[in-house]
Each structure stands twice: as structure tokens, then as C-alpha cells.
């Protein structure tokens, strides 16, 4: 790739330099604080960076970093990949990322939904990656439906190339202006944000899934507009994804359950729009078993915890399809900046697949998820703390559900070696 322009350069090394101090002083990985500092002494180091190098943007309510973290693996097939694998997924985490790599011909950021319109236009990525929207936290309905309303609007008249889920309606909608759209069949777990007619208001038809035996995937048409399910290109099919081609690939993914199986449809679709068949990417993407420490099981005095993360009704519904119904389960709530202040949204996660099972309620916000199992019947075991919670179960496997900042608390006390 060819030369920063020399402010570019040194705002770039000193960014750098501001991420190993903040490192050293262990105030975390430093992605964020030194991208701020680069953007701070040069506003265009971002563009800057981006140019000259194949682009992804992968953005979604859900999945980001799984689906980043995948097509990242997969790409290193065809070179040196930067990525933001930290998750620091604003502008100052991308600046980080490309800094870090500078010489890497291919990038894929992982953004944060509301960014994506700014970073698209200041990096003019040539593909763009789109799973899922719903609610996230306090977000509704008619937030997300703005969300998707700024994709548009981003999407018009530029040349990106977006890989998209077609089974989201929302995400269909907001992809449907790009220039060109490569329809991934991916399904959708959790519909309740999408049955209303993103373009007219009008209600949603859903159906004639399980007769073509698609497993999550489903045919959706507005009774009163002509907006409907386009066809896919890709399809995940139960345990294997169909291309184009018709040639039909089995996942054999490390990583469990059917959204990651999802995820990884989408990454293939994505790394083939970068010219990498299946045949080279299954492998790499088998080779991913954990991220940023979700799906690791960590080891403490005889148990075995397996840590899901789950920051979002819709992310509680993919931990609970991956969580073994058999084992005991810890649950773990905070309402710390990054989770949302406001705890209300748990009553939009319906609890009750866990009764019968061993539930320990942890967290600084306990009590909250303990009301809310307390109305759904669902009987457990308030706990002061993780530590105690893990004490008070029996040896053996046990499955470890938390939110954004509870999720770093437990990895942070296993020295984040997950
Ligand atoms: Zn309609």
C-alpha cells in the first residue's frame, strides 16, 4: 500500500505509542485510547488508513464480533487481514486496528450499527456485512426502524457491495438501495421487532419454511406492499450452507448453535465477495472456537463454566439455544454504562425455558433479574457474588449467561487468558 502523508504517519505512531502506555498501565488493550489520540492530532487518519486496502464493514444488533472475528480467519487465507478483534467498534477502534496493521491488504471492522453511515463514508469500504437489528437495551421498535432508515440513506448512490441477511426484514429493507446486494438466507431468532412492514407499516406474512425444509429460514411478504423476502444467493441449510452454485458445504464450526452457523453463513458469502471459495474458508472458520472469550470454558475448583454473553433480548434467545438444558446455569446481570442503566428490558426476554433447571442469580443488578424470574415462576438461588454462586454448586459442567460489563467481570477474574 503506499505512504501516509506524514502527519497521517506520525499521528498514526503516536496513537500507538498511547495504546502501549495505556496497556502498560492496565487500563485494558488500548485499541480505543489510542485511536483517539491519532484521530485527535490528524480527523482524516481514518480515511487515510482505509484506502488502498480491500474493505469489510460488519454490522448487526448481534453476532459483530463473531461474524468479524470469521471472515478475519477466513481472509488470512488470501494475506494479512486487519481487524478490530477487541470489539472497539467506533471510529478510534478502527483507527487502532488499520494502525496496527498498516501493511495488511485486506481489513474487516466490525462497527457499531449507529456508526456504520459515518465510517462507510469516510472509508468507502468496498463491502458491507449486515446480519440482524432488533432492540437493543432501551431501543424499540421505532429506533431501529430509523437505524435502518440512515442505512439507506447511506447505502444510495454509493458502489459498496452489502452481504445481507434476507430472512431479517428490517436488514433487507435497509440494504435494498445499495448498488448491489448479495441475499443471504441466514434465518431470524427473534422476530418480535419485525412484524410490521418496514416500507408501508402494513403486516408481515411469514411462512413455508418447514416445507422447504429450511431450518430458520423464512418467507416474509407485507400483505399490503409489494416488499417481500428477496431470494437468496446463499443459504444456511440445518448444519450446511448452499451457495450460489447450488454446491452444498457442511459448517462443522467449533463454535456452537445455530446463530453462529448463521454468522458463518454470512462470512462466506462476505470472503467470496473478496474472491475465497468455501473450499478454502470451512477450514479456517473451523478453526475459531472461542471470541473475545464467549463460548470458552474457564476451570475453578472441579466446575466447568462455559461463559455466554448476552447483552440483548435477542442475544438471551441465542444463549439459551446454545446452553445445555441438563446443566445448572448462572446468570449474571450489571447496569453499568455499556449494558444500559435501565434493566426494564429483561422483561422482554421470555425465561421460562428455564424452569426445572439449577438457576443462580448473580450480579449488581440481581435483584432486578430476580423479580423477573420471581413473576415467570421460575424458581433460583440469589447469590452476592460469582464467586459464591460457583461455590454453592455441585462439581461438574455448569453454563455461565451475563450482559456486557458482568461477561468481563468473570473473564477479568480468569485473568482474560480466554
Ligand atoms: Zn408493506
Redesign the pocket.
Known amino acids: 500500500m503506499s505512504q501516509l502523508p506524514l502527519r497521517a504517519q506520525l499521528a498514526s505512531a503516536l496513537g500507538r505509542t498511547a495504546a502501549t502506555l495505556s496497556r502498560a498501565t492496565g487500563r485494558g488493550d488500548g485499541s480505543v485510547i489510542g485511536g483517539r489520540v491519532g484521530l485527535m492530532l490528524e480527523p482524516d487518519l481514518l480515511r487515510k488508513l482505509a484506502s488502498d486496502r480491500k474493505l469489510a464493514l460488519v454490522s448487526a444488533t448481534n453476532g459483530k464480533t463473531t461474524t468479524t472475528r470469521l471472515i478475519a480467519s477466513a481472509l488470512m487465507e488470501l494475506g494479512e487481514v486487519a481487524t478490530n478483534a477487541f470489539g472497539a467498534n467506533m471510529p478510534a477502534g478502527h483507527v487502532s486496528a488499520l494502525s496496527g496493521a498498516k501493511h495488511a491488504p485486506f481489513a474487516v471492522l466490525e462497527v457499531d450499527e449507529k456508526y456504520l453511515p459515518e465510517v462507510l463514508d469516510t472509508t468507502n469500504a468496498g463491502i458491507v456485512t449486515l446480519m440482524n437489528l432488533s432492540r437493543d437495551q432501551m431501543d424499540r421498535a421505532a429506533e431501529i426502524w430509523l437505524l435502518a432508515q440512515k442505512w439507506r440513506r447511506a447505502f444510495a448512490g454509493k458502489p459498496a457491495h452489502v452481504i445481507a441477511n434476507c430472512d431479517d426484514p428490517l436488514v433487507t429493507w435497509g440494504a435494498s438501495t445499495a448498488a448491489r446486494v448479495t441475499w443471504v438466507s441466514g434465518g431470524q431468532r427473534w422476530r418480535e421487532d419485525s412484524w410490521c412492514?418496514?416500507?408501508?407499516?402494513?403486516p408481515?406474512d411469514r411462512g413455508g419454511s418447514r416445507e422447504m425444509g429450511q431450518q430458520g429460514s423464512v418467507h416474509w411478504a407485507?400483505?399490503?406492499?409489494?416488499?417481500h423476502r428477496p431470494e437468496p444467493d446463499w443459504i444456511l441449510d440445518g448444519e450446511d450452507v448452499i451457495d450460489p452454485h447450488g454446491r452444498r458445504w457442511r459448517l462443522d464450526l467449533q463454535l456452537p448453535g445455530e446463530a453462529n452457523r448463521s454468522n458463518a453463513a454470512i462470512a462466506l458469502a462476505t470472503v467470496d465477495a473478496f474472491g475465497l471459495d468455501p473450499a478454502r474458508a470451512i477450514p479456517r472458520l473451523r478453526t475459531v472456537a472461542s471470541v473475545a472469550g464467549r463460548y470458552t470454558t474457564v476451570e475453578r475448583d472441579g466446575r466447568a463454566m462455559r461463559l455466554l454473553l448476552a447483552k440483548n433480548p435477542a442475544g438471551w434467545l441465542e444463549a439459551f439455544e446454545v446452553s445445555d438444558p441438563r446443566l445448572p446455569i448462572i446468570l449474571s446481570i450489571n447496569a453499568q454504562g455499556p449494558d444500559g442503566r435501565d434493566t426494564s428490558w429483561l422483561w422482554d426476554v421470555d425465561y421460562r425455558i428455564l424452569r426445572g433447571r439449577p438457576v443462580f442469580v448473580t450480579g449488581e443488578r440481581r435483584l432486578d433479574l430476580a423479580l423477573r424470574l420471581d413473576v415467570a415462576g421460575i424458581p433460583f438461588q440469589l447469590c452476592d457474588s460469582f464467586d459464591q454462586a460457583v461455590a454453592t454448586l455441585p462439581l461438574g459442567r455448569i453454563d455461565v449467561i451475563a450482559n456486557y460489563t458482568a461477561f468481563q467481570q468473570i473473564r477479568t477474574e480468569f485473568g482474560r487468558a480466554v
Open positions: 412492514c418496514p416500507e408501508c407499516g402494513g408481515l407485507c400483505r399490503e406492499c409489494t416488499f
